[in-house]
DNA sequence: CATAATCCCTCACGTAACGTGAAAGTCAAC
DNA sequence: GTTGACTTTCACGTTACGTGAGGGATTATG
């Protein structure tokens, strides 16, 4: 409820109280150069005029739906930035924000339910910790291979078991001793099957598609493969080129 | 894919590439007390062993449910910590800041409707800065009388034109005028009435009960009091009792 | 009209979660 | 022994203000 134009002159702290902000917030926006008001040159005040106001109103609307200072900074003060252009992008990433935020409910939900649920025992050692298909290494994985829970199994490994462990670091090892063989070899073969047949016990059913993708992911991302490697060099590469020969036979079985 | 527990020492690099993460960040966590590996006595190097590892997993893990490290830290380190309440609490402030975003997003599409569609002629004026129905008064004054969209008036005066501008100050003077009036008697109801057909022609239409709401709200709400105010003193004390009279004169009508 | 209560101003540090150099020591390789 | 890659510890920058600190100006009251 303005007066008549030219005859508003507010200080700072009627103009806070006026729109529901704080002074310091003036304070600030007159520092960045926002919204900048008139100031007494005897006083220093800071003189708040109605068309002040105005422009306060689409900071503060701006402000709603979320953006920041800078980008409001030059919608308001460039007349050729094109808002329509700028709303449709902000909307865009209000709705990535959006489904991040739907993704982690999704996963607060699964978490609760698990730890209320007691799970069954099937998957009580896959929450012990909390569910890690959810892991570092997800993100990355489904950008290459999408969404087969490739990597799963190297997840649950980081949270399994001693003993499995062990069985785990086992199969490497024997897997290390023949890696300078030819992977379509038997020996090498029968070496990655047992990896296959460990990995569908005690994790996800990998498709042999799946399967070679997880291979693939040994040697390209460099995470997997520095630690595949310290069982001895060049395994990573070994175990991928044989899970390859692994997965193409098992289709062609079929 | 840890290895046998205990002979695993990895350094800074090493575990940020193997989890997708900063150096810097480890370093933050380790500043915190977040994560803080052992140290080379000698080199100063920093010793991740596999239960680091292990604790980065789960601080990575909350992280992904949007927790803050100082949570994580409690979260982690406390084993009294109830992880599920706090999950649960979690949930709630998921639910809410989705459910800001959706308000959000609303409003971004209502004005982008707004600037390409060039609106109805009825609404141009309405849109002609941005939809200030979304406006600071909105939230308190929806907390004090729920949706009604009881200052949308107002709002929308801070936006008009400067001759409905002044067709509203006129109304004020009057009433100014009569403010020393009993607020039942017919002058002062006669002047209300100009303010409730004024603001129902020009804005919303108020209900009887809505139009007292209003009422209520100049003199509870100083931000309001203040301005209307400098018109004549009390004289939001005035329209709030006459407006009061009018709508429950109105009411008994019907 | 003096004094107290407000209100105004300008620094300037604190917040969360790191990013980004800078200066300097360490390690493996050549 | 020197380069290159890595490590360390400062320490300032980022966003949108909050929160005093210290010191004038305005307004209210005795």
């Known amino acids: 409820m303005l007066l008549v134009k030219g005859l508003v002159r507010l200080k700072v702290q009627d103009v806070a109280q006026l729109v529901g902000i704080s002074v310091r917030t003036l304070h600030h926006y007159d520092e960045i150069g926002l919204l900048t008001p008139e100031k007494d040159p005897d006083t220093g005040y800071r ?25 409001i900074k030059e919608i308001i003060h460039n007349p050729d930035y094109d808002q329509l252009e700028a709303l449709k992008l902000h909307r865009k990433m209000l709705i990535d924000k959006r489904d ?9 939900d699964e978490t609760i339910r698990a730890q209320e649920g007691g799970v069954s025992m099937a998957n009580e050692e896959k929450f012990k910790g909390f569910d890690f298909s959810h892991n570092p290494y997800e993100a990355e994985a489904r950008e290459r291979w999408g969404d087969a829970k490739v990597d799963e199994a190297q997840a649950n490994a980081m949270q399994m078991g001693e003993d499995k462990q062990e069985q785990m670091n086992e199969i490497y090892r024997e897997l ?6 030819d992977p379509a070899s038997k020996i090498a073969q029968d070496g990655i099957k047992e990896w ?6 005690y994790f996800t059913t990998y ?20 630690n595949i490697d310290q069982f001895g060099d060049g395994l990573a590469q070994f175990m ?11 289709n062609s079985e079929a």
């Open 240 to 250: 991928s080129e044989a899970m390859a020969v692994f997965a193409d036979r098992k």
């Open 47 to 71: 003189d708040y005029h109605d068309e002040d106001l105005t422009v306060l109103q689409h900071i503060l609307f701006f402000k709603t739906l979320g953006f920041s200072l800078q980008d």
């Open 207 to 226: 498709t042999p598609d799946m399967f070679k993708g997880l291979g693939m992911m040994y040697v390209q991302d460099e995470r997997f493969q520095k």
């Open 196 to 201: 296959y047949d460990f990995l569908n016990n």
């Open 176 to 181: 290390a001793a023949i890696r300078l063989e």
């Open 100 to 108: 991040q935020l739907n993704q982690m409910l999704e996963t607060v």
